[in-house]
């Protein structure tokens, strides 16, 4: 079953509460329809906005007075399960946004509850080790790991050297003999 439970679910978590937000394009004489019968085919989880890096363009430099050390609490993770399980033909769900997903002190178990699902996970890359490649393999199907540059471009960005984020990718290929996880690069 889908339909008003799935559009439900998206008020939820979107706004905290199943009501429709107010649209400010409607008073620039733009009109949003929103579908009766919502379908959810691609889910983005956040679970923690914390990292291990401190990157010069990192868009959590800009939440002034916010506090951004936070992880997905085990209650808001356990309704995530329960409510996935509601939602019928989901295509991926990416695991990413704000925040290094692998700093999340429960991510191989995130990964192994939701394995059942396309898996995408978008990171810096500087996590990968052993316990993780592990996790991720025959679980995960993508990882995007985001690279900014090379040499002392990507220094001057991320305030690390590339060369550990490549050994962690290349253990992750090793693993996974280049079938999957896939790597986009
Ligand atoms: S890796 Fe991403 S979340 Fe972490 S500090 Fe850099 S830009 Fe911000």
Redesign the pocket.
């Known amino acids: 079953m889908k339909s008003k439970m799935q559009e439900t679910l998206i008020y939820e978590y979107l706004y905290g509460k199943n009501i429709r937000p107010k649209n400010p394009l409607n008073e620039l004489g733009y009109q949003i329809e929103f579908k009766e019968q919502q379908e959810i085919r691609k889910i983005y989880l956040e679970i923690t906005d914390r990292?291990n890096?401190?990157?010069s363009?990192?868009?959590?430099k800009s939440w002034e007075d916010m506090d951004y050390d936070r992880d997905m609490t085990d209650e808001t993770l356990e309704k995530v399960y329960r409510d996935l399980d509601e939602i019928e033909g989901i295509q991926k769900i990416v695991i990413g946004g704000?925040?290094?997903p692998f700093y999340h002190p429960k991510i191989t178990e995130i990964i192994k509850r939701l394995e059942k699902y396309p898996l995408h996970i978008t990171t810096?890359g500087t996590l990968l080790t052993e316990e993780i490649i592990e996790a991720l393999t025959g679980t995960v199907q993508e990882i995007t790991v985001?690279i900014d540059g090379v040499g002392e471009a990507f220094c001057d960005i991320?305030g690390i050297s590339l060369d550990g984020i490549v050994k962690g990718i290349r253990a992750l290929q090793k693993k996974s003999m280049n079938r999957i996880p896939r790597i986009l690069k």
């Open positions: 990292c890096l401190n990157c363009i990192c868009y959590r704000i925040g290094e810096n985001s991320r």
